[in-house]
């Protein structure tokens, strides 16, 4: 299993700190408290920051789950530039796969960070209290936007999107360090093809097909 780049700031400094803790353990029989704790600590890093290899699929006229987790939330809004869209809301716990992946290929055509609060992500008031990057897309669907949400734990979103550039179906979007929410936010045009409490794979699970 691949390591995340994203995760290599923490995961590193980790392997080494506990590889001390071990031999000074091992050699000079310092407490085996720490360096379990770190070790527990190190084990579950590797799993949160796991990468693993997903091909998009080929067809254009889909859009696919940008994050690994559970849709908690399906209803249609009125947002501020799109009018009435639809919202697809994913929960990520820390046991999911925290990669975020282009839902569709589009052209960046906004990218806007917003601070805020730390509230549980599982709360729907998240999507618009919580610090979270909105990302704008002009793609062959219409006017698709992605929203990266952190959570209670997670304080550092990094987004890849930029200012009037490509991407195509399947490319890294971004990172959300730890507990955290992805939103979409569709056109009308877009026919669901998920349901409220489906779990849903980044980079594989069909969001919604568009002629």
Known sequence: MRLAPEGRIIVL?????????????????VSIYAPAI???????????FRDPLRIAPENENL???????KIVKIET????????????????NVFNVHANRMPIKGTFSGVKYEKGKFLIAFNHKASD???????????????VKVKQIAGLIARRIICYAQHGETMEMGGRLG????????DL??????????????????NSTIIGTFE
């Open 175 to 182: 990172f959300i360090r730890f507990g955290s929410r992805t």
């Open 129 to 143: 209290e919580n610090e979270r990057t909105e990302i704008t897309i002009s793609s062959k669907a219409g006017t």
């Open 63 to 69: 859009i696919i789950a940008p994050a690994d987790g």
């Open 77 to 92: 809004i009125t947002d501020h530039e799109l009018g009435e869209s639809q919202l697809v809301s994913i929960f990520l």
């Open 38 to 48: 770190f070790g527990t600590f190190l084990l579950f890093c590797l799993n949160f």
């Open 185 to 202: 936010i569709l056109p009308n045009n877009i026919n669901l093809t998920v349901e409220l409490g489906q779990k849903v794979v980044g």
């Open 13 to 29: 400094p980790l392997f080494f700190i506990t590889g001390i803790l071990i031999w000074l353990w091992a050699k000079m029989g």
